[in-house]
């Protein structure tokens, strides 16, 4: 975030480097830290339970304290002015949806077919499926798709996919013969709605406000991965514990996984659904003044 805003600033004729709030930095990694301590407590990590409750106590009082003076304070860390925009706030929702069941998968998939010895190296090949639909999408989705298509059709299409190829997974084993076109499919779909949901964002608001939304864009495709992450493991500890003979998780297990994978997904489609087709800046009401000029 404070690179976005920082480079976007400097590049940004007329527009000068927002100043960074320090005492908003701290409480935020504080908080967050506390918070995701517990999370890994509750995956398995050993920690004493009342450490465990204290890191919980600090963590959701530091929230509170951290959404007080960001409501409060002349410099917010996050800009609180444009989160009162509904579509803005549903598509920052939706960014984080998708790289939640981006790097979800990546965490997942090697504990269902790493169990061989000596598979790590095959286990990263297979992998590579996901980027490469992610990839591909980019070059070529907008070609896969009808011309008359706009972000909200393709944001949907690509989510529903993904959501597809989750659900399935929960039904179906996941193995090595069918975890490449299951990857390349989910990479497939988030690599067209990624975009799309980005283009909703980037056109909430003024072109002044671009560093803020980069900014923005980037903390939410950042508590999509560090959820994607945790949230495997912990719905890895919580499943059916099947005996593979390995320490790996068997398909029943990873089942609870796949189900948050497949929520993130519909969640995600749902957003891009609700989105409107709007030019730049029309987000905000008719004649309001930039609030991002606060920073200049």
């Known amino acids: 975030m404070f690179v976005n805003r920082t480079i976007s600033g400097m590049l940004c004729a007329g527009c000068s480097v927002t100043e960074i709030s320090w005492p908003g930095t701290v409480l935020l990694v504080a908080w967050t830290s506390a918070l995701l301590l517990v999370l890994s407590a509750a995956s398995g990590l050993s920690l004493p339970i009342w450490l465990a409750g204290l890191l919980a106590a600090l963590g959701l009082a530091g929230l509170a304290v951290f959404i007080r003076r960001e409501v409060s304070t002349a410099h917010p860390l996050i800009p609180v002015w444009l989160l009162r925009s509904a579509p803005l706030t549903r598509a920052l929702v939706g960014a984080a949806c998708g790289y939640l069941a981006l790097f979800g998968p990546l965490v997942l998939i090697p504990q269902l077919i790493s169990q061989a010895p000596g598979s790590e190296a095959r286990t990263g090949l297979l992998l590579s499926a996901l980027p490469l639909g992610f990839g591909l999408a980019a070059l070529v989705g907008d070609t896969m798709l009808p011309r008359t298509w706009g972000d909200r059709q393709r944001g949907f299409a690509g989510a529903l996919l993904t959501c597809a190829v989750m659900v399935a997974s929960i039904f179906m084993p996941v193995t090595v013969r069918t975890v490449v076109p299951l990857l390349a499919l989910a990479g497939l779909g988030l690599g067209i709605f990624v975009p799309a949901n ?56 990873a089942r609870p996984a796949f189900i948050v994978l497949a929520a993130a997904s519909a969640a995600a489609a749902a957003i891009a659904l609700a989105s409107r087709e709007q030019a730049r800046g029309q987000a905000g009401r008719h004649g309001e003044a930039d609030p991002s000029s606060a920073y200049h």
């Open 198 to 253: 980005n283009t909703v964002i980037m056109r909430s608001t003024a072109d002044s406000s671009a560093s803020l939304l980069g900014g923005l864009v980037s903390m939410a495709r950042g508590i999509g991965t560090t959820l994607g992450i945790s949230l495997m493991a912990l719905a890895l500890h919580l499943g059916s514990r099947a005996d593979t003979g390995a320490g790996y998780a068997g398909s029943t297990q």
